[in-house]
């Protein structure tokens, strides 16, 4: 075992040199404080790897002095082991536990007991440490990886965008024949796709972040998804399938969110319906407002979603069995941004479906948004 440092809290001198003595003997260096007021100074100071302390003492017992330094940002991830010959029934346990002692152990001490304790406690507390190295450092890989994902997108989307311009000037000349067109219409196809799939890193990334500023304003929901609608006709007509919105009870529904998200939202679920549904169905989009909360459904008669599929749903870049129905494109991320916009609103998101029955998306927001 690594040298280590060890704060015995005690008003008992006694059992402050018996277990001072038994910790020296394995190379440990003690430090040593007769009252819980003491011990956390002592502790603010010298931040050892472990505390023992004592539960009845004057001026502040252990209980307060385990809750005072589980409150201090230097001191509260110190592993604290409670010792006692008097508190020792089970509530009392769950008392020191409660407070954040991480063991507990009765006197008079055992000093092979005590070495046991300690030493299982700092191995514990070494792995701790670790794995929160650890942590730190994949989060920091983590905020990488996405810096580069948002300067590569960012540089993606322009040699794109220049390509479909030029398919377009192109396309200008009365030279071309109907191969050379349909090669040209396969390119701007192409080009759409990469520019839908930079869409989509791009806010799939940005809504990760957790310091993302809400908007919020109140809306009227029907007017608000019937404004949507209209960016849906041409693709709702193309495949013959009729869009219909209805507010269950007929209530005026108004709801406090982040337009932009919510507009994110919405997008997905209705494309997806109809990207996935064949000519000549219906999708329904539902509006309830219940003990309030609010909720919106957008219900397909398409392909359904297997049981499987619906294990792996929201993760990036799933592709799941069912396929577009139109030749449509589908990047994998469209439900994973769904969920991620629905958390970043304090929502929650179910799905109901079978294969062949059709998908039922089911999104619940309180009315009044509020803060977690």
């Not at 008992?12 to 440990?28: F, G, P, V």
Request: charged share 30%.
């Amino acid at each position: 075992m690594p040298y280590s440092t060890i704060l015995i809290i005690d008003d008992e001198q006694s059992y402050l040199d018996i277990i001072t003595n038994t910790l020296k003997n394995n190379n440990h260096r003690v430090l040593q404080a007769l009252n819980g007021r003491m011990g956390c100074k002592v502790a603010e100071r010298f931040l050892p790897d472990i505390i023992i302390m004592d539960w009845e003492m004057p001026e502040m017992n252990g209980i307060e002095a385990i809750k005072y330094l589980k409150q201090q940002s230097s001191t509260k991830e110190i592993p604290i082991i409670m010792a006692t010959g008097v508190m020792t029934a089970v509530e009392h346990l769950e008392t020191a536990l409660d407070a954040g002692a991480i063991d507990y152990i009765r006197k008079p001490i055992d000093p092979i007991e005590l070495y046991a304790r300690i030493n299982a406690t700092l191995k514990l507390s070494r792995s701790y440490k670790e794995i929160k190295d650890q942590k730190a450092n994949l989060e920091d890989l983590n905020r990488e990886k996405d810096g580069m994902v948002g300067i590569v997108a960012h540089d993606l989307r322009a040699p794109l965008n220049r390509i479909m311009g030029l398919t377009d000037i192109i396309k200008m000349s009365n030279n071309l024949d109907k191969e050379q067109i349909e090669c040209l219409t396969m390119i701007e196809k192409m080009c759409r796709s990469g520019i839908s799939l930079i869409r989509d890193l791009l806010v799939i990334n940005n809504v990760e972040y957790e310091s993302q500023q809400l908007n919020l304003k109140e809306i009227v929901l029907k007017d608000f998804i019937n404004d949507l609608l209209k960016n849906y006709e041409a693709q709702a007509h193309q495949k013959q399938i009729k869009i219909y919105l209805k507010n269950i009870d007929n209530k005026l529904i108004k709801l406090e969110t982040d337009e932009t998200f919510l507009v994110r939202i919405i997008d997905n679920l209705i494309s997806n319906a109809l990207k996935f549904s064949f000519p000549n169905k219906n999708v329904h989009i539902l509006l309830k407002e219940e003990n309030s909360k609010i909720s919106i459904t957008v219900k397909d008669e398409g392909q359904g979603i297997s049981a499987e599929d619906q294990q792996k749903m929201f993760k990036k870049f799933q592709k799941l069995s069912a396929r577009p129905t139109g030749g449509e494109d589908s990047t994998g991320l469209g439900l994973a941004i769904v969920k991620s916009l629905v958390e970043k609103l304090n929502g929650d998101i179910r799905i109901i479906s079978e294969l062949n029955k059709g998908a039922e998306f089911i999104i619940e927001f309180d009315k009044i948004f509020t803060k977690i």
